[in-house]
T-cell receptor
Framework: ETGVTQTPRHLVMGMTNKKSLKCEQHLGHNAMYWYKQSAKKPLELMFVYNFKEQTENNSVPSRFSPECPNSSHLFLHLHTLQPEDSALYLC?????????????FGPGTRLTVL | AQKVTQAQTEISVVEKEDVTLDCVYETRDTTYYLFWYKQPPSGELVFLIRRNSFDEQNEISGRYSWNFQKSTSSFNFTITASQVVDSAVYFCALSEADSGSARQLTFGSGTQLTVLP
């Protein structure tokens, strides 16, 4: 595997379900990100982990819970979601969390909440 | 607050035409970084270029070129002799850096480019 991988690629869940999104980067990076991409809206940064420590939480509802067990893996735990949470969830990584670092993105998980 | 505007929501061109994607940004920082990313239908954003605020030289990479104009706060992207494979959503993004600490990327809303055969 190379680059940034995300599983599953598609997920349909009910509002009472609990599911998790997984991201893995094979680039030796130290920062990992979760973004939400909704139709007709700019990418929204949700969480940032730098050297396994959460450094940003952009007022994300508690029904989204991130986990970063090591610098290569990032999870997003989902529970009691709302239909408006349906979106493409993108994971990214960069060398470090710093302004000039380009980010490398995974293909995303297309989430549909019924 | 930093802001990125991509006024062109959708552009359609015929193959081999040149096309320019506009990006206008707002920032109070003197040090900042500008980026372009491409998002093909497969979903992942692909990094294309980074430019820092002190380097106003235009850059060319194959059929791609970028024009950075601090005077107009613009960082436009031109594709020469467009191809069908260039069809994608293109995002411009800004990261401020005056504080020296990590700063978030602010993305524009993207421009959907469709290149017709």
């Amino acid at each position: 595997e190379t680059g940034v991988t995300q599983t599953p690629r598609h997920l349909v869940m009910g509002m009472t379900n609990k599911k998790s999104l997984k991201c893995e980067q094979h680039l030796g990076h130290n920062a990992m990100y979760w973004y939400k991409q909704s139709a007709k809206k700019p990418l929204e940064l949700m969480f940032v982990y730098n050297f396994k420590e959460q450094t940003e939480n952009n007022s994300v509802p508690s029904r989204f819970s991130p986990e970063c067990p090591n610098s290569s893996h990032l999870f997003l735990h989902l529970h009691t979601l709302q239909p408006e949470d349906s979106a493409l969830y993108l994971c990214a990584s960069s060398q470090e969390y710093y302004s000039y670092n380009e980010q490398f993105f995974g293909p995303g998980t297309r989430l549909t909440v019924l | 607050a930093q802001k990125v505007t991509q006024a062109q929501t959708e552009i359609s061109v015929v193959e081999k035409e040149d096309v320019t994607l506009d990006c206008v940004y707002e920032t109070r920082d003197t040090t900042y970084y500008l980026f372009w990313y491409k998002q093909p239908p497969s979903g992942e954003l692909v990094f294309l270029i980074r430019r820092n605020s002190f380097d106003e030289q235009n850059e060319i990479s194959g059929r791609y070129s970028w024009n950075f104009q601090k005077s107009t706060s613009s960082f436009n992207f031109t594709i020469t002799a467009s191809q069908v494979v260039d069809s994608a959503v293109y995002f411009c993004a800004l990261s401020e850096a005056d504080s020296g600490s990590a700063r978030q990327l602010t993305f524009g809303s993207g421009t959907q480019l469709t290149v017709l055969p």
